[in-house]
C-alpha cells in the first residue's frame, strides 16, 4: 500500500474544532509580549491607552490562559500520534516516516525561531514527539501514571532552584547575554524600543543568540516534561478512542468537566493571584509553581471535556465553528506571528508599548477571524494548508495533490 497522509474526509471536526479554539487560546496569551507589556516599564504603562483595565486583564489572562491553551495543543498532539501509530501499523510500517515527520516539524520550529520569533513551541513538539515514541508500547496504566510523575517534577525542579540555588539554565542565559552583546546590541537596554525602533533585518541579528534565552526558559519551566505529560495523556486518550466517538464517552467526560473545571478553577485563581500579588520570595515563588503544575493540566483537561461534551449533547456549532483554523493549525500559528510582527514590531505598524493588555483581548479575536474566514475560503479549494502542504510533500518525499476535484465547503 502507498504511504499517503490522511485525506479531508478522514479528519476528525471535534479534534479540528478543538485545534482551532486552542490556537484562539495561544494567541491571547502569546500577544501578551508581542504588546510589550511586560517589556513596558511603569511610566510606558501607565501612558499606553486602556492601562487601566491592566491588572484586571492581567489576572484574568493568568488564571484563565496561561498555559492552558498550550496544553490542550500538546493534548491533541498526542492524541494525533495514537491514531498515526494505528494507520502505520495498518499499513505495516515502522516508526521511519514518523520521525521523518518530526524532523520536518522540527526544521519548520527552528526556522520560527530564527526568522520571526524566539518564543516558538514547534521545535520543542516535534522534540518531545520523538521521545513519546519511547512510550508507545507502555501500557494505559503507564501512561498516567508517567504524566503524573512529569507534571509534579517541576514542583521539585523549582525548589531545587529557588530554595537550594542550584539554577541549570542560568549558564544558558549567561551564554545568550553574551552572544547578543557581540553582535553590538547592549541587552540591558530597552527591548520594547529595540523591537520598536528596528526593522526587520536589523532585529534578524538577535533571533539567533535568542535561541539561548528560549533554551533556558524551557529549562528554568521544565517545560519539556509539562508537554510530554500532555503527550501521553492525549496518547491514552487516542487509544480509548474517546473523542473519536464522544457520545459513548459521555460520562467520563462528564466527570472529568466536572472536576476538571471545579478544582482547576479555583486552583488557577490561586495561583494567579499569588503571582501577581504575592512578594518575590523563594518560597512565594516553589509556591505558584507547584500551583501551576495542578492547576493547569486539571484546567486544560476540563476545558477540552467540557467542549467534547457540548459536542455530544448535540450543540456541535460551539465548537466545530473554529474547525477551519485548526485544520491548517501550523500556517495558522506560524501566520499568527507574523500578523503580530506586523502589527507591533519596527518592521510593521510599530504599536508596541502604546496599548494596555486589555486589548489583547479584541486584537486577537480580530486576528482570529481572519484567520478563521481565510482558512474556510482556501479549504474550499484547496486540501490543506500551505504549510501543512509543505510538511506533508516534505515527510513523503514528493509534492502531496493540492486542489480538490471540485470546490467545496469544508464541512
Keep these: 500500500m502507498t504511504a499517503a497522509p490522511a ?22 496569551v ?22 487601566a483595565l491592566d491588572d484586571f486583564a492581567e489576572l484574568l489572562i ?36 514518523y520521525l521523518r515527520r518530526l524532523a520536518v516539524l522540527f526544521a519548520i520550529g527552528l526556522a520560527h525561531l530564527l526568522l520571526l520569533w524566539f518564543g516558538d513551541i514547534v521545535a520543542l513538539y516535534a522534540l518531545m514527539g520523538a521521545v513519546l515514541l519511547l512510550f508507545r508500547r507502555t501500557s494505559d496504566r503507564g501512561l498516567l501514571l508517567a504524566a503524573a510523575l512529569l507534571w509534579l517534577a517541576p514542583i521539585a ?59 533556558g526558559d524551557l529549562l528554568y519551566q521544565l517545560r519539556p516534561a509539562k508537554v510530554l505529560a500532555m503527550f501521553l495523556i492525549g496518547l491514552w486518550v487516542g487509544r480509548r478512542g474517546i473523542l473519536a466517538d464522544a457520545d459513548a464517552h459521555r ?21 494567579a493571584a499569588l503571582d501577581l500579588a504575592g512578594p518575590e520570595t523563594p518560597a512565594n515563588a516553589v509556591a505558584v509553581e507547584a500551583l501551576y503544575c495542578l492547576s493547569t493540566p486539571t484546567l486544560a483537561l476540563g476545558y477540552a471535556a467540557g467542549l ?4 455530544a449533547n448535540g450543540r456541535k456549532r460551539l ?11 501550523l500556517t495558522n500559528y506560524l501566520a499568527q506571528t507574523l ?37 474556510r475560503a482556501w479549504l474550499a479549494r484547496l486540501r490543506f494548508g500551505p504549510v501543512e502542504w509543505l510538511w506533508r510533500s516534505l515527510t513523503y518525499g514528493k509534492a502531496q495533490p493540492m486542489r480538490r476535484s471540485r470546490p467545496a465547503h469544508p464541512e
Design 7 to 28: 485525506a479531508p474526509a478522514e479528519r476528525s471536526h471535534l479534534l479540528d474544532g478543538l485545534r482551532g479554539l486552542a490556537l484562539l487560546g495561544i494567541l491571547v
Design 30 to 51: 502569546n500577544m501578551t509580549a508581542f504588546i510589550g507589556f511586560g517589556m513596558n516599564d511603569e511610566a510606558g504603562r501607565a501612558a499606553a491607552v486602556g492601562s
Design 62 to 97: 493568568a488564571w484563565l490562559f496561561n498555559g492552558k491553551f498550550y496544553s490542550i495543543f500538546s493534548l491533541l498532539f498526542g492524541i494525533g500520534f495514537a491514531i498515526q501509530l494505528g494507520r502505520l501499523e495498518a499499513r505495516g510500517e515502522g516508526a521511519a516516516r
Design 157 to 215: 525542579w523549582s525548589a531545587m532552584i529557588h530554595l537550594g540555588g542550584i539554577d541549570p539554565a542560568e549558564p544558558l542565559y549567561a551564554r545568550g547575554m553574551a552572544a547578543i552583546r557581540a553582535t553590538g546590541i547592549d541587552p540591558t537596554s530597552s527591548p520594547l524600543a529595540y523591537y520598536r525602533d528596528h526593522d526587520f533585518f536589523e532585529q534578524l541579528r538577535v533571533h539567533g543568540p535568542e535561541i539561548w534565552f528560549r533554551a
Design 251 to 271: 460520562r467520563l467526560l462528564r466527570r472529568s468537566a466536572t472536576l476538571g473545571l471545579g478544582a482547576g478553577l479555583p486552583l488557577a485563581f490561586a495561583r
Design 308 to 311: 467534547a461534551l457540548l459536542w
Design 319 to 329: 465548537v466545530e465553528w473554529a474547525a477551519p483554523a485548526g485544520r491548517m493549525a
Design 339 to 375: 500578523i503580530q510582527g506586523l502589527l507591533f514590531y519596527g518592521w510593521g505598524l510599530a504599536l508596541i508599548g502604546r496599548f494596555g493588555l486589555a486589548f489583547v483581548f479584541p486584537f486577537a479575536l480580530a486576528i482570529f477571524a481572519l484567520q478563521l474566514a481565510y482558512s
